[in-house]
């Protein structure tokens, strides 16, 4: 019997090259009008028992090829519980090729490059957040194709905090943070939320970028824009999603903000900041600095050693969020990076860096942020 293979469904991305038997040679489609691609996701249909062999060829031409290496590929039967498989990569086959080997235990697979987050998900987040008390729900705007750009407020304080998330759509690990957030903060018992919504006023978009999520595109919308590249000078054109959240920013102010990713060759979770900005404060600085060491005594989760390189002063690149905001409000902006792979201090060999752990760490964030404030 032949396996078959689809990702005609929210997020899919795959194409298949070729079947044989239970082998399949597979490559990931580009984003829509861009070169990048990286993000896969599809099912295997096959019979219980087929010992899998699936390979993704030319990978060495993906975004990220550093992405591979040390990487296990998502997995899950159920599409709820996602564990990693056994995973290998050889950088000079086929132009770069990922092998997948599993032997199958149900007679449909789920495979990704980190457990989905769907649309109908997103969906149901923010119905049932938008029904608790004390939450706003408004529309900021809509993408290029015509889908909503949500966010949640809550929290009665003076001090304006931005959570955002999806820029790169294919970094759905952003928005199992997110969600993760809102269950704390919507939580009526939760000492830090219930101290934080005292002292600030949150506004939290949970997807900027929902037609790359549903298009299973890595790192761009609809026009093939990377978002985060784009807070110096968004436009209707080819940023409507950044254009209205921006907007929204400049009637609240910003404080705090936090941009939520996720890395695909780092094995570790970090934050990057606005070292480079021209007009940095010193004690803005201060406090991004004292909140990276908290986060670090915090949780296990994170740490500093590894991350990305400083901007020189003055040579921060201001089309990127975390700077534009930096700079535009003197906020304490800031990027976090989950690793699509693992975090290598407190690795876990079955489920990797996985949902639960993002919306753990959205947790630490937050008990942080309550610390500072
Ligand atoms: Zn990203």
């Known amino acids: 019997m032949t396996i078959t293979i689809n990702a005609a469904f929210d997020s899919g991305n795959i194409v298949v090259d070729s079947i044989d038997g239970t082998a399949a040679r597979l490559s990931i489609r580009k984003d829509r009008e861009s070169d990048f691609f990286q993000w896969f996701h599809f099912r295997v249909a096959c019979a219980v028992g087929d010992a899998l062999e699936l390979a993704i060829t030319g990978l060495d031409a993906s975004a990220y090829p550093d992405g591979w290496p040390g990487y296990a590929a998502c997995a899950s039967y159920d599409r709820d519980y996602w564990f990693r498989l056994d995973t290998s990569y050889d950088a000079k086959a086929g132009g770069g090729t990922l092998t997948i080997r599993h032997t199958a235990e149900s007679p449909i697979l789920y495979l990704a490059y980190f457990a989905p987050f769907s649309m109908e998900r997103h969906h149901d987040l923010v119905a049932s957040v938008a029904e608790c008390e004390g939450v706003t729900y408004r529309s900021l705007g809509t993408s290029i194709e015509g889908q909503p750009i949500d966010c949640l407020e809550m929290g009665s304080g003076d001090t304006q905090v931005w959570l955002y998330a999806r820029q790169h759509p294919g970094e759905s690990m952003a928005e199992w943070w997110i969600e993760g957030a809102l269950e704390k903060l919507t939580d009526p018992a939760d000492p830090h939320a219930r101290s934080l919504l005292k002292k600030c006023r949150f506004h939290i978009v949970p997807n900027m970028n929902p037609d790359g999520s549903c298009r299973g595109h890595l790192r761009t919308n609809f026009a093939g824009v990377n978002l985060n590249r784009e807070w110096d000078n968004p436009t209707a054109e080819r940023s409507p999603e950044v254009l209205c959240v921006l907007g929204a920013m400049d009637e609240s102010g910003v404080d705090w903000a936090m941009d939520v990713h996720g890395d695909e060759a780092i094995p570790a979770v970090f934050l990057a900041g606005f070292e480079g900005i021209p007009s940095l404060k010193p004690e803005q600085l201060d406090q991004y600095k004292a909140f990276q060491t908290a986060l670090a ?42 690793p699509f792979k693992d975090n290598d201090d407190l690795p876990d060999p079955v489920a990797g860096w996985s949902p639960e752990r993002s919306k753990l760490l959205a947790h630490a964030c937050l008990a942080t942020l309550d610390q500072m404030l």
């Open 297 to 338: 005594a915090n949780t296990p989760d994170f740490q500093v050693a590894l991350g990305y390189s400083e901007s020189a002063p003055g040579k921060a690149n201001l089309s990127m969020s975390t700077t534009q905001l930096a700079e535009r409000f003197g906020a304490v902006s800031m990027t976090i990076e989950m």
